[in-house]
């Protein structure tokens, strides 16, 4: 009964896509069909994850439903079994023969093959070891379908390896098994390694064709690259394209728009956008809201932040700790009241295996400013635990201006020398810094050590420390240290203050 409904099903989806099924001449265990003109639907697509581009369409038939059901079980336990070889290329294949021949024979259109790629996307390097043998194995007795080299070509590109991609596309193309999804792979793989200009002359190929058109999907994909590029103008050209030829746009079409206005800074647009999916028949999802939070949190529009992460925070905690950083980097850029504990209050969120260092230099900055030292002191601490060092002179005076203005010169002359050892980087300010808060205590020995410490690290004395100095020895009426000083300044070619000997 079951094998009866299968071929109904079979029979009516080639119906539907006006698909011409011909004899095959195969052992009946390995029979397919070709499928040479896939139906325009991208409501499975999403541009952010190359492989899902390119997932299996079934009907809601009841019937094939239970069958698609079955089917992904039967596919996840042949998976969890490759998942524990450890991408041992022997024993994956000792697996696939003992359990993989028998599972693909039942399903002999290829879908187990698609499916087990799907649900293996995670996992790139063991599906492209699946799908090797899969192309070395079985192809000569039943032949690949275009949805198997599409899949292939998608894990191609996923791993980088253009090469593969394309002589695989070749390959598929030799066969005859041109079709807009192989085109759709190959663009999408060209787009994640940021060959946008390949993509869209690999569009134009497609326009050419005589067997297969350009579907949505394939101007999403499209859409994305430009918008990566920033070319919004080519990205908004396109979607012109689209509504002129009344093709339904998806909300991967929107994303696409999205992700481009983001990318090129274009909040208005990005906002505009959004509007309109809104007050549109195709509603934003989850994915939309993740992309309108991260705009919103680079644009510095905290408010409108707050209300998308209000609508997906518990997706956005459990799942999305890249964009948890975000946020706090735009509360960390805005001088809003409070910001501190809504920092601190997000970074409860990341675990401490996601430590990042340049998160933490932020978060230095924050404390600092904020004159919080206790809480600086603790990133630094662990900026030093994790072997993170600082490059730039704006993070170190940030650093030394809130030591100055607590007025903590012990705990500064601390800092500065494990800076020293940490290989952060050392300017003059930290110095004389050191030098003026010494003097405002009369702890005048320890100010003449920082000349030390400065040549022990090759930091030639400025025009600047021997003002520090002159104006300390008069301060305290240290008139013989004062005369050396200005001796000093004369030796080497600075300009003495006329008032520098006057105590």
């Given at each position: 009964?079951?094998?009866?409904?299968w071929?109904?099903?079979?029979?009516?989806?080639?119906?539907?896509?006006?698909?011409i099924?011909?004899?095959p001449?195969?052992?009946?265990?390995?029979?397919?069909?070709?499928?040479?003109?896939?139906?325009?639907?991208?409501?499975?697509?999403?541009l952010?994850?190359?492989?899902?581009?390119?997932?299996?369409?079934?009907?809601h038939?009841?019937?094939?439903?239970?069958?698609?059901?079955n089917?992904?079980?039967?596919?996840?336990?042949?998976?969890?079994?490759?998942?524990?070889?450890?991408?041992?290329?022997?024993?994956?294949?000792?697996?696939?023969?003992?359990?993989?021949?028998?599972?693909?024979?039942?399903?002999?259109?290829?879908s187990?093959?698609?499916?087990?790629?799907?649900?293996?996307?995670?996992?790139?390097?063991?599906?492209?070891?699946?799908?090797?043998?899969?192309?070395?194995?079985?192809?000569?007795?039943?032949?690949?379908?275009?949805?198997?080299?599409?899949?292939?070509?998608?894990?191609?590109?996923?791993?980088?390896?253009?090469?593969?991609?394309?002589?695989?596309?070749?390959?598929?193309?030799?066969?005859?098994?041109?079709?807009?999804?192989?085109?759709?792979?190959?663009?999408?793989?060209?787009?994640?390694?940021?060959?946008?200009?390949?993509?869209?002359?690999?569009?134009?190929?497609l326009?050419?064709?005589?067997?297969?058109?350009?579907?949505?999907?394939?101007?999403?994909?499209l859409?994305?690259?430009?918008?990566?590029?920033?070319?919004?103008?080519?990205?908004?050209?396109?979607?012109?394209?689209?509504?002129?030829?009344?093709?339904?746009?998806?909300v991967?079409?929107?994303?696409?728009?999205?992700?481009?206005?983001?990318?090129?800074?274009?909040?208005?647009?990005?906002?505009?956008?959004?509007?309109?999916?809104?007050?549109?028949?195709?509603?934003?999802?989850i994915?939309?809201?993740?992309?309108m939070?991260?705009?919103?949190?680079h644009?510095?529009?905290?408010?409108?932040?707050?209300?998308?992460?209000?609508?997906?925070?518990?997706?956005?905690?459990?799942?999305?700790?890249?964009?948890?950083?975000?946020?706090?980097?735009?509360y960390?850029?805005?001088?809003?009241?409070g910001?501190?504990?809504?920092?601190?209050?997000?970074?409860?969120?990341?675990?401490?295996?996601?430590?990042?260092?340049?998160?933490?230099?932020?978060?230095?900055?924050?404390?600092?400013?904020?004159?919080?030292l206790?809480?600086?002191?603790?990133?630094?601490?662990?900026?030093?635990?994790?072997?993170?060092?600082?490059?730039?002179?704006?993070?170190?005076?940030?650093?030394i201006?809130?030591?100055?203005?607590?007025?903590?010169?012990?705990?500064l002359?601390?800092?500065?020398?494990?800076?020293?050892?940490?290989?952060?980087?050392?300017?003059?300010?930290?110095?004389?810094?050191?030098?003026?808060?010494?003097?405002?205590?009369?702890r005048?020995?320890?100010?003449?050590?920082?000349?030390?410490?400065?040549?022990?690290?090759?930091?030639?004395?400025?025009?600047?420390?021997?003002?520090?100095?002159?104006?300390?020895?008069?301060?305290?009426?240290?008139?013989?240290?004062?005369e050396?000083?200005?001796?000093?300044?004369?030796?080497h070619?600075?300009?003495?203050?006329?008032?520098?000997c006057?105590?």
């Amino acid at each position: 009964m079951m094998k009866r409904v299968w071929r109904i099903s079979e029979f009516q989806k080639c119906i539907n896509t006006r698909n011409i099924i011909t004899k095959p001449s195969l052992p009946v265990q390995f029979i397919r069909h070709v499928t040479q003109s896939p139906g325009i639907d991208g409501k499975h697509t999403t541009l952010s994850d190359i492989v899902s581009l390119f997932s299996d369409k079934w009907s809601h038939n009841p019937a094939e439903t239970i069958l698609k059901k079955n089917l992904r079980e039967k596919v996840s336990k042949l998976k969890d079994e490759l998942l524990t070889q450890n991408e041992d290329p022997e024993k994956i294949e000792k697996v696939l023969e003992e359990n993989g021949v028998a599972l693909f024979r039942i399903y002999s259109d290829g879908s187990a093959v698609v499916e087990l790629l799907f649900q293996l996307k995670s996992f790139p390097y063991l599906a492209m070891e699946v799908f090797s043998w899969r192309r070395k194995q079985l192809d000569y007795s039943a032949p690949m379908t275009v949805e198997e080299y599409a899949k292939g070509i998608a894990m191609a590109g996923r791993l980088k390896n253009i090469d593969l991609a394309l002589e695989l596309f070749k390959e598929a193309s030799n066969k005859q098994l041109m079709a807009t999804s192989l085109f759709n792979a190959l663009m999408s793989a060209y787009t994640y390694n940021g060959l946008a200009m390949r993509c869209q002359s690999l569009f134009r190929d497609l326009k050419m064709e005589s067997t297969c058109s350009p579907s949505i999907v394939t101007y999403n994909i499209l859409i994305s690259a430009f918008g990566r590029l920033m070319l919004v103008d080519h990205m908004e050209a396109t979607l012109r394209e689209v509504k002129d030829l009344n093709i339904p746009s998806t909300v991967n079409t929107y994303k696409g728009l999205i992700a481009g206005y983001i990318t090129a800074w274009k909040w208005e647009e990005m906002e505009k956008t959004y509007r309109l999916m809104k007050a549109g028949p195709i509603k934003p999802d989850i994915d939309i809201h993740l992309l309108m939070l991260r705009g919103y949190a680079h644009s510095g529009k905290l408010e409108k932040m707050e209300e998308i992460y209000d609508m997906v925070r518990e997706h956005v905690d459990q799942n999305e700790i890249p964009l948890i950083r975000t946020m706090i980097c735009a509360y960390c850029r805005n001088s809003r009241v409070g910001r501190v504990e809504k920092v601190d209050e997000l970074l409860r969120l990341i675990p401490e295996d996601e430590y990042r260092p340049w998160l933490n230099v932020i978060l230095i900055c924050l404390y600092a400013r904020e004159d919080l030292l206790d809480q600086m002191e603790n990133s630094i601490k662990e900026a030093f635990e994790h072997k993170a060092y600082v490059t730039t002179v704006g993070v170190m005076t940030c650093i030394i201006s809130s030591y100055f203005r607590q007025n903590a010169v012990d705990k500064l002359a601390d800092f500065v020398q494990r800076a020293e050892c940490a290989g952060w980087k050392i300017c003059r300010s930290l110095y004389h810094c050191k030098m003026v808060m010494y003097s405002s205590e009369k702890r005048l020995s320890e100010m003449e050590r920082v000349l030390c410490e400065m040549e022990r690290v090759n930091m030639r004395l400025s025009k600047k420390t021997f003002w520090i100095l002159i104006k300390a020895y008069k301060k305290w009426g240290q008139r013989s240290k004062l005369e050396q000083v200005v001796g000093m300044m004369c030796k080497h070619g600075y300009g003495v203050p006329l008032d520098a000997c006057n105590l």
